[in-house]
């Protein structure tokens, strides 16, 4: 079975900053695709930021230059780190990962179960 773990969230101040981090772990032949999404309240879960395995990134246009997203391949993890943060950042992040599993010949996608950010203005 394959689990992804995340840890970091919290209350912060405008201004402040917070890092996530999300681990993988089961049997991982491989990871592609790693990814933070965030989900507000009554809104849709959007993409945050992406990191592919080589390390090319992308992120969503709100938060470009504040935030950052890296991955330790040797470790399976994903972090994100958050600076600058606004109100409008509060929202439950999610980390989603495309796993190819042992006894699998694709990559399947998998999400953690969220941890929640609060930023007060």
């Known amino acids: 079975q394959v689990q992804l773990v995340e840890s970091g969230g919290g209350l912060v101040q405008a201004g402040g900053s917070l890092t996530l981090s999300c681990v993988a772990s089961g049997n991982i032949v491989s990871i592609n695709f790693m990814a933070w999404y965030r989900q507000a309240p009554g809104k849709q879960r959007d993409l945050v930021a992406s990191?592919?395995?080589?390390?090319?990134?992308n992120y969503a246009g709100s938060v470009k230059g504040r935030f950052t997203i890296s991955r330790d391949n040797a470790k399976n993890t994903v972090a994100l780190q958050m600076n600058s943060l606004e109100p409008e950042d509060t929202a439950v992040y999610y980390c989603?990962?495309?796993?190819?599993?042992?006894?699998?010949?694709?990559?399947?996608?998998?999400w953690g179960q969220g941890t929640q950010v609060t930023v007060s203005s």
């Open positions: 990191i592919t395995s080589i390390g090319i990134t």
């Open positions: 989603k990962a495309n796993i190819k599993k042992y006894g699998e010949g694709w990559d399947r996608a998998y």
